[in-house]
């Protein structure tokens, strides 16, 4: 590091400094009786905010999370149980002979999410050991430590011996400490006088991640394990990421002869990360909701990142404090706030944007009585706000019923795209699933859907609608009545009713009449035309409830009060694209560097651009081998010129094996094993 400059800090003298003035922590407007209570909750309001309020603010939150956390367990508790059951079940069915030729093995698919192998492998042993009921271990290893077979033998015995070897001084105690000295640290000859003096019966070794296992250790270890399996009762658990078959394709022979497997499918991640959202996140009943930025910003990270599950609960839980910030508009519907408090949340809400998009509406409108009122009546502005409140839950509740219907309507639809509830629960927040794909494709299939499929289709949308007196569910009733009576009347009863707005029943019919071709459509009957109708009222009915519920919640009053949003989020700070930036800035440097000289000429690339960034563009135009002298040529015709002019040979070459060094440093590319004069390209721009 040469190029960097080096600062060194001598101290004037030696003398103590001065003691700085205290200053005063007192807030002015606060009482100084009063103490901020302990709760990990800054005050609010500039620091104004009641002692009071503070405390109701974490009791909320732990009332709410507490049920949050509860139903998040519930979720993660239950996934893969289907699965676990099975394992168990095999681990409890196995039974173990002397003469055993194989060792029995289950084959866990559990999916490219290693995150979440821990979590099941954690749940598997810990079932293994209450439910199966015979005396058993279960060792769960992991590749980082598996550097050797001796390791692995190592961490094989320690954690068996480690869990049978009781504290009390017993007989058997006594015994396995006096002949214990006589084996290694690493021979399964103490594994096997364990298990003979605690007559344990299975011994499962669990390969969590058995893919980033060295293939001749693991090959090593299973030897050495069925060489075993007349003396020690093992049954192997392997943890498979991509499939089975390419798991066996990277065993030798030899140790797949030696396995009795048998293959166990685990629920794909994203199955139970939606679970999650069905079950947590969208019936939600805590105020303000998590918003469409925020939900949208955990899923592309549980995506981008493959966290696992628990990873998502945490990310929720530190969303759950700043919820409770937003929930302080609230307070004001509460009795027991304190009245010298409510000034200050009315001052509040006058400076929100809602509130000002709603005085300049009723401006607008020319009702400036109202509008005066709202700006100076902190009464009339409290009974609005409490008014406000409860309308807008009401709204966010109807439109979560709204993206339910969505949901169920589609799947009785077949041939339509598969559209996840969180995805739809996502575009209502944001106010764009009126008007998406999924909506339109739904209520254009159902226009032209024929008879049968709207019964089903009825019979679904009846049992969501939960009120009697709902009026969409008296139509739908209404409805279904007529088309009951049409089917009954149909002379082909058996086929269904035919639907005049779907071209797949239009059908032309070709006669000849006196040496003319004549083309006539197929008449339907007037069972099919009343039909039509049907499907057309039923259409209309879904259209317009669904213009009315699924409305974009900023248009409210006091959205603020009932979505959280992120108006600044720091992600793009504290988990940066940085690949993108690099690309970006070795590509068009004169964005970041501010100058007009980098800029590329006509012909190509410019020499006054850095070095780097001339040579990765020249790396990009390459392909997978990159010929280290044509790179250089094409690299000093730039530099120096046609006739080296701009730049001597030496300062090129300088110049050069520098900018080389900084993308080697940056991994894009490294020597070739093929060629010796040749470089290979590691990384492609955009992928």
């Known amino acids: 590091m040469e190029h960097e400059s080096c600062y060194i800090f001598t101290p004037s003298s030696s003398q103590r400094p001065s003691k700085r003035q205290k200053v005063s922590s007192n807030i002015p407007g606060r009482d100084k009786s009063e103490t901020?209570?302990?709760?990990?909750?800054?005050?609010?309001?500039?620091?104004?905010?009641?002692?009071?309020?503070?405390?109701?603010?974490?009791?909320?939150?732990?009332?709410?999370?507490?049920?949050?956390?509860?139903?998040?367990?519930?979720?993660?508790?239950?996934?893969?149980?289907?699965?676990?059951?099975?394992?168990?079940?095999f681990i409890k069915n196995v039974a173990w002979a002397r003469n055993n030729a194989k060792i029995p093995t289950a084959l866990v698919e559990a999916g490219p999410n290693l995150a979440s192998h821990e979590l099941l492998f954690q749940r598997l042993s810990e079932r293994a050991l209450g439910e199966t009921g015979h005396p058993q271990l279960v060792v769960v290893l992991k590749s980082a430590e598996a550097l050797s077979l001796r390791a692995i033998l190592k961490k094989i015995i320690k954690d068996s011996t480690s869990k049978l070897d009781p504290l009390d001084q017993t007989s058997s105690s006594l015994s396995i400490r006096k002949e214990q000295l006589n084996f290694l640290s690493y021979d399964l000859g103490k594994l096997h006088h364990y298990a003979k003096v605690f007559r344990i019966q299975k011994i499962v070794v669990v390969l969590q991640d058995s893919e980033a296992f060295d293939s001749q250790i693991l090959s090593e270890l299973i030897q050495l394990l069925h060489s075993w399996l007349d003396r020690i009762p093992f049954i192997l658990v392997f943890g498979?990421?991509?499939?089975?078959?390419?798991?066996?394709?990277?065993?030798?022979?030899?140790?797949?002869?030696?396995?009795?497997?048998?293959t166990f499918?685990?629920?794909?991640?994203?199955?139970?990360?939606?679970?999650?959202?069905?079950?947590?996140?969208?019936?939600?009943?805590?105020?303000?909701?998590?918003?469409?930025?925020v939900i949208s910003m955990l899923l592309e990270r549980q995506t981008d990142h493959v966290q696992s599950i628990r990873s998502l609960t945490k990310?929720?839980?530190?969303?759950?404090?700043?919820i409770m910030s937003g929930w302080m508009i609230n307070m004001i519907t509460i009795d027991n706030i304190?009245?010298?408090?409510?000034?200050s949340l009315h001052e509040v809400v006058r400076n929100l944007y809602s509130f000002r998009s709603l005085v300049e509406q009723i401006l607008t409108s020319g009702d400036t009585k109202r509008a005066r009122l709202l700006l100076e009546d902190d009464d009339y502005l409290h009974r609005e706000i409490s008014k406000s409140i409860e309308e807008g839950q009401a709204i966010l509740k109807g439109m979560v019923s709204a993206v339910n219907i969505v949901h169920v309507c589609?799947?009785?639809?077949?041939?339509g795209t598969n559209v996840q509830k969180s995805e739809l629960y996502i575009k209502s927040l944001s106010g764009e699933l009126i008007d998406s794909i999924a909506v339109r494709e739904l209520l254009l299939s159902i226009k032209k859907m024929s008879s049968d499929t709207l019964a089903l289709l009825l019979d679904t949308l009846l049992n969501k609608f939960t009120g009697n007196n709902d009026p969409v569910k008296l139509k739908l009733l209404a409805i279904k009545a007529e088309l009951s009576n049409l089917t009954k009347k149909s002379d082909t009863s058996a086929t269904p009713l035919r639907n005049q707005h779907n071209f797949r029943f239009q059908s032309l019919r070709t006669t000849v009449v006196a040496q003319r071709v004549e083309l006539s459509r197929q008449n339907f009957t007037e069972q099919d035309m009343e039909y039509s109708k049907l499907a057309t009222r039923t259409h209309d009915l879904l259209d317009t409830y669904l213009k009315k519920a699924l409305i974009d919640p900023k248009q409210l009053?006091?959205?603020?009060?009932?979505?959280?949003?992120?108006?600044s989020p720091l992600r793009e700070v504290f988990v940066p694209k940085s690949r993108f930036s690099i690309e970006r800035a070795l590509s068009t440097p004169q964005d970041f560097l501010g100058c007009n000289c980098c800029f590329a000429t006509e012909e190509g690339l410019s020499s006054s651009q850095p070095p780097t960034a001339i040579l990765y563009q020249l790396y990009l135009e390459s392909g997978a081998l990159i010929n280290l002298f044509d790179l250089w040529s094409a690299f000093f015709?730039?530099?120096?010129?046609?006739?080296?002019?701009?730049?001597d040979l030496q300062n090129a070459l300088a110049l050069f094996y520098r900018a080389l060094a900084d993308l080697k440093y940056l991994g894009m590319v490294k020597h070739s094993r093929k060629k010796v004069d040749h470089l290979s390209k590691l990384a492609w721009k955009g992928l």
């Open 36 to 89: 901020i209570p302990v709760t990990g909750f800054e005050p609010l309001l500039d620091g104004h905010e009641d002692a009071l309020s503070i405390r109701l603010r974490y009791h909320i939150f732990e009332q709410c999370w507490s049920r949050e956390q509860d139903l998040i367990n519930n979720v993660i508790d239950n996934a893969n149980d289907e699965t676990l059951d099975d394992l168990v079940s």
């Open 240 to 262: 498979i990421a991509t499939s089975v078959e390419i798991f066996q394709d990277r065993l030798p022979r030899v140790a797949v002869k030696l396995l009795r497997g048998q």
């Open 265 to 293: 499918h685990v629920e794909k991640p994203e199955k139970v990360l939606e679970e999650l959202f069905q079950k947590v996140i969208i019936p939600s009943s805590i105020t303000p909701r998590l918003g469409a930025s």
């Open 315 to 322: 990310s929720i839980k530190v969303s759950f404090p700043h």
């Open 338 to 343: 304190p009245a010298k408090f409510r000034p």
């Open 410 to 415: 589609r799947s009785c639809i077949s041939g």
């Open 557 to 567: 009053f006091l959205y603020e009060a009932l979505l959280y949003e992120l108006k």
């Open 637 to 647: 015709t730039i530099v120096g010129g046609i006739d080296g002019e701009d730049c």
